[in-house]
């Protein structure tokens, strides 16, 4: 069966269909990461995109029942130059194919992935549809879809009740905690699993709040220390989590990643751009002024910090994207408040920057005693 992607700016382009029929909208971007595709499907931080995935090859390994990143397929669609119709992995219980059509998302494969990549870096990301109906049917989606921006994603992606994850995993939010060193919340406003799985190999059981948590509910549970967590949309769309934010510096101690990062900045009076094509894959070279290292890390972002908007704030950018010289974290060394822009548990991606798990579950421990 053919499938069409159709991009706002009036370009279709004719595949072959992948998962399931219909049609589906959403922002067109771009991830150059070479495996990890089922950690990038099932991403929070993908809610409302389409994800176009730069290596020509996807699915060569199936799908397993242990690699998900939150409950649900996150993008609204998927575009692959080739997908594997016969995976070889000893884990894999399904294919790419039989996975999204199990989860309803519409894809298209068959097309040249790298010519619109050139066109998303020329251009921008832009809203696209992906249908199986027919071309008409995809430029008509494509044109009528709601602008990214307009939408308050996060709202969509938190949890709706609060519950615990500790060494065993996900865990009943009344359970006594095994054995754990120290008690952290996270606000979540699009949490990855592996951010949870990484803390827990720490010692840490971690109480999950839904993104609308205030302060005093955060407080209420008496934490060593408060997660700010990653999430798709716009940061400058969350005013409640950056009060919240703010209503926390200084009275435990505060970890931003990525979304966490923006909201942090914005919490102390920074303000935040899009960029043009955003920053997606596991191969972002970051600096860290701090000490002069640079690691190689996994990122998924189309928002960055002005950092003129810092001047005075008592914020200090610790971290800078070799790229592009974006900022990649900062600190509040008096509230012993600190964030990264980038995803440290990566899953896909390279172990650089566990390194700051292991700086923030010290910062707790101290909080602790």
């Known amino acids: ?34 495996t990890g595709y089922q950690e990038v499907l099932t991403d929070p931080s993908y809610a409302g995109q389409i994800v176009l995935f730069t290596y020509p090859l996807i699915g ?18 998927v575009v692959v130059r080739e997908a594997c119709e016969a995976p070889s992995n000893w884990r894999s219980t399904r294919s790419l194919d039989e996975f999204l059509r199990e989860r309803g998302v519409v894809a298209v494969q068959g097309v040249d992935t790298r010519a619109l990549t050139k066109r998303i870096r020329d251009a921008g990301v832009m809203t696209g549809a992906v249908s199986t109906l027919g071309p008409d049917e995809a430029l008509a989606a494509a044109r009528a879809a709601r602008p ?3 939408t308050d994603f996060v709202a969509s992606v938190t949890t709706r009740a609060p519950y615990a994850w ?70 400058a769309r969350l005013e409640g989590v950056v009060r919240t934010a703010r209503d926390l510096i200084g009275r435990r101690p505060l970890f931003g ?59 200090e950018v610790t971290q800078l994207n070799v790229n592009d010289g974006t900022v990649e974290g900062i600190r509040l060394e008096r509230e012993d408040a600190t964030s990264i822009q980038y995803h440290p548990e990566a899953a896909p991606g390279p172990w650089d920057s566990r390194k700051y798990f292991r700086a923030f579950v010290d910062k707790m421990e101290r909080a602790a005693r």
């Open 1 to 34: 069966m053919k499938a069409y992607l159709a991009l706002s700016d009036g370009t279709v382009v004719e595949g072959r269909r992948l998962g399931a029929e219909g049609t589906t909208d959403g922002e067109l971007v771009f991830n150059t990461g070479m």
């Open 60 to 77: 060569n390994y199936g799908v397993n029942d242990d690699d998900f990143e939150s409950d649900r397929v996150q993008p609204r669609g």
């Open 148 to 150: 990214y921006d307009d």
């Open 166 to 235: 500790g060494r065993a995993g996900r865990e009943a939010i009344d359970q006594p905690a095994a054995s754990a060193k120290v008690k952290m919340v996270a606000i979540d406003c699009g949490l990855k699993f592996n951010i949870l799985r990484r803390f827990a190999s720490l010692g840490v059981r971690t109480i999950v709040l839904p993104a609308t948590a205030t302060a005093d509910e955060v407080m209420a549970w008496e934490p060593d220390g408060v997660l700010l967590s990653p999430g798709p949309g716009d940061p």
């Open 257 to 315: 990643i990525c979304l966490g990062n923006q909201i942090l900045c914005q919490a102390v009076g920074g303000r935040t751009f899009k960029l043009k094509f955003g920053h997606r894959g596991a191969n972002h070279p970051v600096k860290d002024l701090l000490d002069g290292s640079v690691t190689i890390t996994s990122q998924n972002h189309g928002y960055a910090v002005d950092p003129d908007s810092l001047v005075g704030t008592g914020a």
